[in-house]
T-cell receptor, first 115, second 113 residues
Framework: AQKITQTQPGMFVQEKEAVTLDCTYD???????LFWYKQPSSGEMIFLIY??????QNATEGRYSLNFQKARKSANLVISASQLGDSAMYFC????????????FGAGTRLFVKA | DAGVIQSPRHEVTEMGQEVTLRCKPI?????LFWYRQTMMRGLELLIY????????DSGMPEDRFSAKMPNASFSTLKIQPSEPRDSAVYFC???????????FGPGTRLTVT
């Protein structure tokens, strides 16, 4: 069965510091995609970054980078130079062919950025 | 592009009433997804369409839920009859291809009293 695990219900980080949000996944597929989404208090879901299972380099998008460790089945999100506006819920998600390409989401991590 | 558009943004209805949620995906996107988000169960995929055809509706909780996509620019999610446990935020999302990122609408917050 496919599964996404986010073990940190809540995280605190000081403004301007970097923070890592953990995500581990479980799938028997060789081809899959990993995604991170941000959900601010306003409720919308915002796509942040994508990593394909065959991508050799870690994905980066501005201040976001994905630390992809395939052997360990982890896809941690790193946010550099945290800003107050980064305070939100963050969801890790995976899509694989098993299960009909359905995207499954983790339970989320709530990030609090302190001034 | 305006992004994924959902209506209404908020819906309050009484138990037993029919509820219809609407979604307009991003033009050119071939995939459309309906999700439900609750505190207890998180974000759950209800159903998704590819080129207007329902591909997987195994996440639809019961027969009271139905979804249609009559054309590439419009989809509905209907609950009939509604129950208090259906209260949740319902998101519609679309993507270009199956492996591409999904773009979410603002969601519809449904409250069934």
């Amino acid at each position: 069965a496919q599964k996404i695990t986010q073990t940190q219900p809540g995280m605190f980080v000081q403004e301007k510091e970097a923070v890592t949000l953990d995500c581990t996944y479980d799938t028997s597929d060789q081809s899959y995609g990993l995604f991170w989404y941000k959900q601010p208090s306003s409720g919308e879901m915002i796509f942040l970054i994508y990593q394909g299972s065959y991508d050799e380099q870690n994905a980066t998008e501005g201040r976001y980078s994905l630390n992809f460790q395939k052997a360990r089945k982890s896809a941690n999100l790193v946010i550099s130079a945290s800003q107050l506006g980064d305070s939100a819920m963050y969801f890790c998600a995976m899509r694989a062919s098993t299960g009909g390409f359905k995207t499954i989401f983790g339970a989320g991590t709530r990030l609090f950025v302190k001034a | 592009d305006a992004g994924v558009i959902q209506s209404p943004r908020h819906e309050v209805t009484e138990m037993g009433q029919e509820v219809t949620l609407r979604c307009k995906p991003i033009s050119g996107h071939d995939y459309l997804f309906w999700y439900r988000q609750t505190m207890m169960r998180g974000l759950e995929l209800l159903i998704y369409f590819n080129n207007n055809v329902p591909i997987d509706d195994s996440g639809m909780p019961e027969d009271r839920f139905s979804a249609k996509m009559p054309n590439a620019s419009f989809s509905t999610l209907k609950i009939q009859p509604s129950e208090p446990r259906d209260s949740a935020v319902y998101f519609c999302a679309s993507s270009l291809g199956w492996g591409d990122e999904q773009y979410f609408g603002p969601g519809t917050r449904l409250t069934v009293t």
